[in-house]
Nanobody
């Protein structure tokens, strides 16, 4: 069974940085896309960044130039480097993987709070 475990969430001041990690274990299929989403209190979950196996990156407009998604295939870890954090980045961040067949997999989330 595939498990995704996020870590790295914390309380950080505006303008600060965090790096989120997502360790994937139990893989039994090839991954097509990895990604990060977030959900703020009272709001719908929104896609933040994706990375395909071909290396194509995509970001929502509000994080472009500040966030970077990456993947270490050797350790099956997905990262989200977040710089110049803003209070509106406060949310629970979830990593997910999409396969070539069947439904994807999600982690349980890690809390990021940006506040002075």
């Amino acid at each position: 069974q595939v498990h995704l475990v996020e870590s790295g969430g914390d309380l950080v001041q505006p303008g600060g940085s965090l790096r989120l990690s997502c360790r994937v274990t139990g893989l039994d299929r090839d991954i097509r896309v990895v990604g990060w989403s977030r959900q703020a209190p009272g709001k719908q979950r929104e896609l933040v960044a994706t990375l395909t196996t071909e290396g194509s990156e995509n970001y929502r407009d509000s994080v472009k130039g500040r966030f970077t998604i990456s993947r270490d295939n050797g350790t099956e870890t997905i990262y989200l480097q977040m710089n110049s954090l803003k209070p509106e980045d406060t949310a629970v961040y979830y990593c997910n993987v999409q396969y070539y067949t069947g439904p994807g997999s999600w982690g349980q989330g890690t809390q990021v709070t940006v506040s002075s």
